[in-house]
C-alpha cells in the first residue's frame, strides 16, 4: 500500500511516500521562515518522482496533525484533504509529537519528552516511555518553570524538540539530555499510520480538524492615524 505523509506542524516542512512500512522518499527542510506554503505542493512533486511513482497511485494520506504552528497546520491539512478527496482515499492523523519520539526509542532513556516551542517560555509536550513508545501523560500547553518535570529528576529522560534551548536554560535536573534540533518529520509517521489504517481509524475529511491545542491569536493591526 502506497502511503503519502504530510508534516508541516513545525519549521521543518516534511514530505514523505512509503510502500507500507518500507520508505520510498523523503523530502523536507528545516526553515525559521516556514515555507510549506511555498513548498509543500513541490515537494510532493519531488517526493512522487523520488519514488517512482505518480499521484495515481497513492491508495491513502497521512498528516502529523499538531500540535504545532497554526498556520503550518492549517496548509497541511487543507492540502490532505484535497489530495483524499481527489484521490478518493483515506485520511489518517497522527499526533506530530509522536514523530519526534522514534529516533530515541530504546536508548536506555526511561522517558522521552518532546518539547515543541510555543511562545514565551510555553512548549507544547506529552510524556513517552523510552522503550514502548507508549504515551504516559496527555499533550498540553505547559508554561516551563523551575520546578517543571522534577517528578522524573531520578529518572534518565530526554528532551528533543526546538523547545528544549529553553528546558536546558532552566530546569534543574542532573539526568536529562537534551536534542534540540529535533523536529517532526514524515518518516516517522508510518509505524503509527499503519497502525491506525489497519485498525480503519480513519478520518472524517469533511469534518477534520488539525489539533490546535490552543485557539489562535493573532497580532491586532493598529489603525494609522489621518
Known sequence: MKILYLETSSKNCS??????????CLTEEVSDNYKQSESLHTFVEW?????GISMKDIEAVSLG????????LRIGASSAKGFCYGLKVPLVAVNSLESMIEPFLDK???????????????????????????NI???EAKILDEQSFEEFKDKKIVFVGDGAKKAKEILQLSNADYKEDVYPSAQYLIKKSLEKI??????????FEPFYLKDFHGVKKKKSED
Open 15 to 24: 514530505v514523505a511516500i512509503s510502500d507500507d512500512e518500507k520508505l520510498l
Open 47 to 51: 517526493a512522487l518522482e523520488g519514488a
Open 65 to 72: 496533525k499538531g500540535p504545532g504552528s497554526y498556520t503550518g
Open 108 to 134: 536506555n532513556y526511561d522517558f522521552i519528552i518532546p518539547l515543541i516551542d510555543a511562545r514565551r517560555m510555553e512548549v507544547y509536550t506529552a510524556v513517552y516511555d523510552g522503550k514502548t513508545g507508549e
Open 137 to 139: 501523560s496527555e499533550t
Open 198 to 207: 489497519n485498525k480503519k481509524e480513519f478520518e472524517d475529511i469533511a469534518y
